[in-house]
């Protein structure tokens, strides 16, 4: 397992932007299909993102698809969600994921080894 400290959330109006970070602890980042996930007040939780090790693959879930841009920079250990067009039903409590297994694999199953605490969103209206 990876520890994970996200970072980055905060309020911004409808139509803003925000860019959330993910850094982790270890020497094997580059190792890790990392992902985003999110939690709004009532719901379950939602994929939101993912990214192979590389970087070579992504994923997005519907909601956020040409709004949202996944990335890692591997030597810093880090990985991003670049937020653009937020509304406010994106607010929600958004986690960062990882685990060492095949993006596909993770990405279907939502099943990732590590988590973080999580960061606020919240956008207004």
């Known amino acids: 397992q990876v520890q994970l400290v996200e970072s980055g959330g905060g309020l ?4 803003g932007s925000l860019r959330l970070s993910c850094t982790a602890s270890g020497r094997t ?11 709004a007040p009532g719901k379950g939780r939602e994929f ?10 992504t994923y997005y879930g519907n909601s956020v698809k040409g709004r949202f841009t996944i990335s890692r920079d591997n030597v810093k250990n880090t990985v991003y969600l670049q937020m653009n067009s937020l509304k406010p039903e994106d607010t ?3 986690y960062c994921a990882g685990d060492e297994r095949d993006i596909a694999l993770v990405t279907i199953t939502q099943r990732f080894d590590s988590w973080g605490q ?5 956008v207004s209206s």
């Open 12 to 15: 911004v109006q409808a139509g």
């Open 29 to 39: 980042f580059s190792t890790y299909t990392m992902g985003w996930f999110r939690q």
């Open 48 to 57: 939101v993102s993912s990214i192979s090790g590389s970087g070579s693959k």
């Open 118 to 122: 999580g960061t606020q969103v919240t």
């Open 92 to 94: 929600a409590v958004y």
